[in-house]
Structure formats: C-alpha cells, structure tokens
C-alpha cells in the first residue's frame, strides 16, 4: 500500500535486519534486485529445487560425448533432473499488480519447462537404447503430459507399447492423439501417425 519510494525502503529496512539477525551470506541485495546466492559448495544455507535441477542437468554436458551416448553418470543426473521437476516454475503464485513479475515468472518457467522437455526426451531415448521399456514408456508419458499437442510424442509413445507388446495400449494410444488434434485444432493426425497405426 506504500508508493516505490517508501515500499523499497520498507525492504531495504527488512532486509538489513535479516542479514543482521542471521549473517545472511546467502542474501545479496543492491537497489534493483535481491538474490538468493545459491552457490552449493561455499553455502550449504540455501538449496533449491530450480539449482538443483539445473546442476544435474550441467553434470550431463561436461563428458564430452554425445547427448544420445550410453552414459550411466549422465542417466543418473538426468533422472535426478526429471525426479526434481514437480510443477511448473511458482506454480500458483503470483504478485498483485506486478506485470514485470508476471513475465519474468512465465519466462522462467517456460524456459525450464523446456529444459524439461528435453530431459524426458533424452531420458526416453537412454531407455530405449537399453531396451528398458516400462521407464521409457514412463518418461514419454511425462514428457507428453507437458502437451498433449505435440504428436511426435504420441508416436514415440505409441512405439514404445508396440515394443513392449502392449499393442492395445498402442492403439488405444492412437485414438488418444487423434481425439485431442481433432477436438484441440480440428485437424487429423498427420500422415506418418497413422501410417505407425496401421
């Protein structure tokens, strides 16, 4: 209820003390942004969900090989990776009147979202190449209740059924996409889906 001038000093005033009563190294806080410093190996202090997914997800590029190798390092941190993303980014919050903080939060999370897409999809294809069907079909489910528009992920998961011998899933499968294109955007599956049905 307080005009910018008055609320940043109210802040500036709150966060002086907490850095007061806690020796808050974690918290750094200029006249334009406060941040939590979340640097693992120095401060034990601050953990979160969002460093942790992106630290396992960096582990997965430094080996130097390629992004569909069989590496059990790599599987493990992109399973840790998957185990920590539960919802979208501040899912269910928001600030009153603040349009710069409501992009920045949909950006962000748009952003991991992505991040997470694409680590179900390789988690997929790791599974695949270890002939580990049930956690593949397990990640493609994941990675297609991200959206359930995107139909390469209804084949890949169609595929998935076939080659574990659950044929009915796969075909049940089919209709699941071909009810939400038609329902969605009023459009058929395209030409490579049923071709993979039939």
Not at 32 to 58: K, P, Q, Y
Not at 97 to 124: H, K, M, N, P, Y
Not at 134 to 152: F, G, K, N, T
């Amino acid at each position: 209820d307080l005009d910018q001038v008055r609320a940043r000093a109210a802040l500036r005033r709150t966060l002086s003390s907490i850095n007061a009563a806690a020796d808050a190294t974690w918290l750094r806080a200029d006249r334009e942004h406060i941040t939590l410093v979340d640097d693992a190996h120095r401060n034990a202090a601050v953990w979160s969900d969002v460093g942790a997914f992106r630290a396992a997800l960096a582990e997965t590029r430094t080996h130097g090989h390629a992004a569909s190798a069989l590496c059990p390092h790599c599987l493990d941190a992109l399973e840790r990776a998957a185990a920590l993303y539960r919802d979208d980014f501040m899912a269910g919050f928001s600030l009153r009147d603040s349009i710069s903080f409501d992009d920045w939060q949909f950006f962000e999370a748009e952003g991991l979202r992505r991040e997470f897409a694409d680590t179900l999809e390789r988690l997929v294809e790791l599974q695949i190449a270890r002939r580990n069907w049930q956690p593949a079909i397990a990640y493609a489910r994941r990675r297609l209740s991200l959206d359930s528009l995107h139909e390469p992920a209804h084949r890949q998961l169609m595929l998935l059924y076939a080659w574990s011998g659950e044929r009915a899933a796969a075909v049940r499968q089919y209709q699941v996409c071909a009810d939400i294109l038609a329902r969605e955007l009023d459009v058929p599956p395209l030409p490579e889906t049923v071709v993979l049905f039939q």
